[in-house]
């Protein structure tokens, strides 16, 4: 056996999981929260056992990890017996600069570290749980596996911001798209899946989470994504606005006398359908909606309008379309959002089977018709495996690196 943990740091949590890479399944999960607070809080849970809940006092992240390696002793797997071969860590902003997984060392922690102007809220609480990681497995390589990384495929004429070149080049100011592990690991589940060569296929991939992108996939490569510079472009969110128009800012600034910080926290914490409906979770806005609310009837028509005009969007792209991938927490639960998005698109060869739809199923399914032009499916994302696999074909050397 050997196995892979991987690590989800926050600034004031981490998630992690240990993965048996032989098997591809799950040994033990937990989560280490509210780090740096009087009362921090750990769960644990070893594969096949109740899980395991502590509250005690968490200072900081090294702090945290003796919590977790305590939670292996304790409750299991005993990660001498599971032959931890090295650790993976998640990291949001990869910038220009690492173009895939990458062998941790103190000059890629710096870059990383670097990188925080683009990404101020993760990559500094990412070199945390680093260096907290470092210091607890010292004996095994950390490799980071970047959310941008995916998209660095992407034509300049797809990145490029039609703003003065010079100060976008300054500023490292392009798009560089996010999500990248999940449309990466679903494209090429789909492909697996419906036993179709990756290469030869057209995808969209509409991950729709609490944040939510749009990836145009050709043959295994991404050509286009919606989000941005950060992950507040593209799509209507829980509570990111996505798509707007820039100078709506200006406006707010001069009118409402809004300053910058407070325009950040409205587009990234108050918009979305948070901001439409008071309600930023879309089960509760579904649930409305069926209950005839039309407030939050009118929110999911924006949230429809706009997945719509990116699908069209991306098909011009792509120049064709074989597959469409729903994921994530509302693409793979969702199946009035799966067909309020995709509705009177079937011009276009894409027709939902309204009884391989409607029902809810945990497992990766058509949910096309047959005669539909475009196979349409549900594909349940893995991050965290696709971060494992990423970290072991770096360790064994079998993808370059950056
Ligand atoms: P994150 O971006 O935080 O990883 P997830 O992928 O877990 O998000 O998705 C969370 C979202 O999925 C929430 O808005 C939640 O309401 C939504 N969701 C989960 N189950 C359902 C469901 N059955 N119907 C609609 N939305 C759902």
Same mark, same amino acid.
């Given at each position: 056996?050997?196995?892979?943990?991987?690590?989800?740091?926050?600034?004031?949590?981490?998630?992690?999981?240990?993965?048996?890479?032989?098997?591809?399944?799950?040994?033990?999960?937990?989560?280490?929260?509210?780090?740096?607070?009087?009362?921090?809080?750990?769960?644990?849970?070893?594969?096949?056992?109740?899980?395991?809940?502590?509250?005690?006092?968490?200072?900081?992240?090294?702090?945290?990890?003796?919590?977790?390696?305590?939670?292996?002793?304790?409750?299991?797997?005993?990660?001498?017996?599971?032959?931890?071969?090295?650790?993976?860590?998640?990291?949001?902003?990869?910038g220009s600069i690492f173009q895939g997984p990458t062998v941790i060392d103190d000059e890629v922690l710096a870059q990383i570290s670097d990188l925080s102007d683009l990404a101020p809220l993760h990559n500094p609480a990412h070199v945390q749980g680093i260096?907290?990681?470092?210091?607890?497995?010292?004996?095994?390589?950390?490799?980071?596996?970047?959310?941008?990384?995916?998209?660095?495929?992407?034509?300049?004429?797809?990145?490029?911001?039609?703003?003065?070149?010079?100060?976008?080049?300054?500023?490292?100011?392009?798009?560089?798209?996010?999500?990248?592990?999940?449309?990466?690991?679903?494209?090429?589940?789909?492909?697996?899946?419906?036993?179709?060569? =990756?290469?030869? #296929?057209?995808? &969209? @991939?509409?991950?729709? $989470?609490? *944040?939510?992108?749009?990836?145009? !996939?050709?043959? +295994?490569?991404?050509?286009?994504?919606?989000?941005?510079?950060?992950?507040?472009?593209?799509?209507?969110?829980?509570?990111?606005?996505?798509?707007?128009?820039?100078?709506?800012?200006?406006?707010?600034?001069?009118?409402?006398?809004?300053?910058?910080?407070?325009?950040?926290?409205?587009?990234?914490?108050?918009?979305?359908?948070?901001?439409?409906?008071?309600?930023?979770d879309m089960r509760d806005v579904e649930d409305a909606a069926v209950a005839g609310d039309e407030v939050a009837q009118a929110a999911l028509d924006v949230y429809y309008h706009r997945i719509r005009g990116y699908v069209g969007n991306y098909i011009a792209? =792509?120049?064709? #379309?074989?597959? &469409? @991938?729903?994921?994530? $927490?509302? *693409?793979?639960?969702?199946?009035? !959002?799966?067909? +309020?998005?995709?509705?009177?698109?079937?011009?276009?060869?894409?027709?939902?089977?309204?009884?391989?739809?409607?029902?809810?199923?945990?497992?990766?399914?058509?949910?096309?018709?047959?005669?539909?032009?475009?196979?349409?499916?549900?594909?349940?994302?893995?991050?965290?495996?696709?971060?494992?696999?990423?970290?072991?074909?770096?360790?064994?050397?079998?993808?370059?690196?950056t």
């Amino acid at each position: 056996m050997s196995a892979v943990l991987v690590i989800n740091s926050g600034s004031s949590s981490f998630k992690y999981q240990l993965i048996d890479m032989d098997t591809e399944t799950e040994l033990a999960t937990g989560l280490v929260e509210r780090i740096g607070e009087a009362t921090g809080h750990a769960r644990h849970a070893a594969a096949g056992s109740a899980r395991v809940e502590q509250t005690l006092p968490i200072p900081d992240h090294t702090a945290g990890f003796a919590v977790m390696l305590a939670a292996f002793a304790v409750n299991g797997p005993r990660l001498t017996d599971a032959n931890l071969v090295a650790v993976g860590h998640r990291v949001v902003q990869g910038g220009s600069i690492f173009q895939g997984p990458t062998v941790i060392d103190d000059e890629v922690l710096a870059q990383i570290s670097d990188l925080s102007d683009l990404a101020p809220l993760h990559n500094p609480a990412h070199v945390q749980g680093i260096i907290a990681a470092r210091e607890s497995f010292p004996e095994v390589p950390h490799v980071a596996v970047f959310d941008t990384s995916f998209h660095q495929t992407l034509a300049p004429a797809a990145y490029t911001y039609a703003i003065n070149t010079a100060l976008a080049a300054e500023h490292s100011i392009r798009r560089y798209g996010f999500h990248g592990s999940s449309h990466k690991f679903v494209s090429e589940a789909a492909a697996a899946f419906l036993d179709r060569p =990756l290469a030869e #296929l057209k995808t &969209i @991939v509409l991950h729709l $989470g609490n *944040g939510a992108s749009v990836c145009a !996939v050709d043959g +295994g490569r991404s050509i286009d994504t919606s989000m941005g510079l950060t992950p507040l472009q593209g799509l209507v969110m829980g509570t990111r606005s996505g798509d707007i128009d820039p100078a709506v800012l200006f406006h707010l600034h001069r009118k409402a006398g809004m300053s910058i910080d407070e325009l950040d926290t409205l587009l990234n914490k108050q918009s979305g359908m948070l901001g439409l409906t008071g309600n930023g979770d879309m089960r509760d806005v579904e649930d409305a909606a069926v209950a005839g609310d039309e407030v939050a009837q009118a929110a999911l028509d924006v949230y429809y309008h706009r997945i719509r005009g990116y699908v069209g969007n991306y098909i011009a792209q =792509l120049g064709g #379309l074989d597959v &469409i @991938v729903f994921t994530a $927490g509302v *693409g793979e639960n969702s199946g009035i !959002v799966r067909a +309020g998005a995709l509705a009177g698109l079937e011009f276009l060869g894409i027709e939902l089977d309204p009884a391989r739809n409607d029902p809810f199923a945990r497992e990766a399914r058509v949910i096309s018709t047959d005669a539909s032009k475009v196979t349409v499916v549900v594909i349940p994302t893995n991050e965290e495996l696709e971060i494992a696999r990423q970290t072991l074909a770096t360790i064994n050397g079998s993808v370059s690196p950056t």
